[in-house]
């Protein structure tokens, strides 16, 4: 471990579905690092400001009562090595969603994608796709509404051409999947990128490049203040939206 890398001491176990809250400790100095969710009700914070203010710099985080052993254990001298489980995978946050998983497409051309490859040399454009089949057969099974909403630019690219034409996978394994032209979009408060929302509580945005392709990593958010909005515009997009069957090219 470098000497400038945090110790990490523990995460909540019940909260899998973000990896957190978790707790940390300073190698160097022995000071403490808390990682949880930011408080944002005003009648709280107005309280704890009574007893010293809050500085532009500074947060309040919420970490639940059953983290208090990990607590203890950083305050006791934790020195052992312990490794979290690292940010969540889109298989991981799918696989604990209760009830509800949503996506939003919003680019004309993503990459890389073999079988977009393949339908421009003149193949059937088809890959094999059994993972995520089985991801969202499973999710479904368990009561999970998966729907996946696009917004398009008209006329449309020949990289929606080609992903209207494999579509037909995602909705045999579940999905529902609207297509939105993006001129009706119009007056939808829209996001600055991509996104899942998983049970109307956890967002992860995604992002991709200037040269289309997919940038590692989540930016994730669960403030419902947030949260709210994003639902909001999701509802909007999926109203105005045109089903699957229904939009032809």
């Known amino acids: 471990m470098s000497r400038f890398e945090p110790a990490f001491v523990g995460q909540d176990p019940e909260s899998s579905d973000e990896h957190c809250p978790a707790v940390f400790i300073d190698p160097n100095t022995g000071d403490f690092l808390f990682q949880g969710r930011i408080i944002t009700n005003p009648t709280i914070l107005e309280m704890i400001a009574k007893h010293g203010a ?26 052992g090595t312990r490794q979290g489980h690292g940010s969540p995978t889109l298989a991981e946050m799918l696989a604990t969603a209760k009830r509800s998983a949503v996506h939003l497409e919003m680019r004309d051309l993503y990459g890389p994608e073999p079988g977009y490859d393949d339908w421009l040399a003149g193949g059937d454009g088809r890959t094999d796709r059994s993972r995520w ?34 579509t037909d996978v995602n909705v045999k394994a ?59 515009a999701f509802e909007m997009v999926w109203e105005r939206a045109i089903p699957h069957e229904e939009f032809h090219l």
């Open 54 to 79: 809050i500085a532009s710099d500074e947060a309040v985080v919420w970490l639940p009562a059953r983290m208090r052993q990990l607590i203890l254990d950083a305050l006791n001298g934790f020195e």
């Open 174 to 232: 579940g999905e529902e999947v609207r297509w939105l032209p993006r001129k009706k979009a119009s007056g939808i408060m829209l996001p600055h990128s991509d996104f899942w929302m998983f049970d109307q509580s956890l967002v992860a945005f995604n992002f991709n490049g200037g040269d289309s392709n997919h940038v590692p990593g989540y930016e994730y958010v669960s403030d419902p203040r947030y949260v709210t909005q994003i639902v909001g």
């Open 133 to 166: 089949i089985g991801l969202v057969s499973d999710a479904v099974n368990r009561g999970v509404k998966m729907r996946r909403a696009r917004i398009v630019s008209e006329p449309v690219s020949d990289y929606i051409r080609w992903e209207h034409m494999v």
